[in-house]
């Protein structure tokens, strides 16, 4: 079984900073992809960036330049570092395990429970 434990939420000014971690339990942490998604008040859940365990990595267009996701397998944790915050980046944020970059939200298999992130303008 993987469990998958999200921390680092908070509420921040716009502009302002922030750095979410998850930290998984279980197998497979090295060989599995991890990423991040997150889900606005009335909106979809969208991908935001996910990870190989290598350090390939993928990011949505909207936070291109701004998020930055890293991993470390010895700590099996992975890592959002989010700056240059705006409004719209007010969502609960998911960590989730999934097989590959590409893969769709469905596709992933596991997944934490969410931490809140509100920036206020």
């Known amino acids: 079984q993987v469990q998958l434990v999200e921390s680092g939420g908070g509420l921040v000014q716009a502009g302002g900073s922030l750095r979410l971690s998850c930290a998984a339990s279980?197998?497979?942490?090295?060989?599995?992809?991890m990423g991040w998604f997150r889900q606005a008040p009335g909106k979809a859940r969208e991908f935001v960036a996910a990870?190989?365990?290598?350090?390939?990595?993928r990011y949505s267009g909207s936070v291109k330049g701004r998020f930055t996701i890293s991993r470390d397998n010895a700590k099996s944790t992975v890592y959002l570092q989010m700056n240059s915050l705006k409004p719209e980046d007010t969502a609960v944020y998911y960590c989730a395990l999934g097989p590959s970059l590409g893969a769709q939200l469905h596709e992933y298999q596991y997944w934490g429970q969410g931490t809140q992130v509100t920036v206020s303008s």
């Open positions: 279980g197998r497979r942490f090295s060989s599995s992809v």
């Open positions: 990870i190989t365990w290598s350090g390939s990595n």
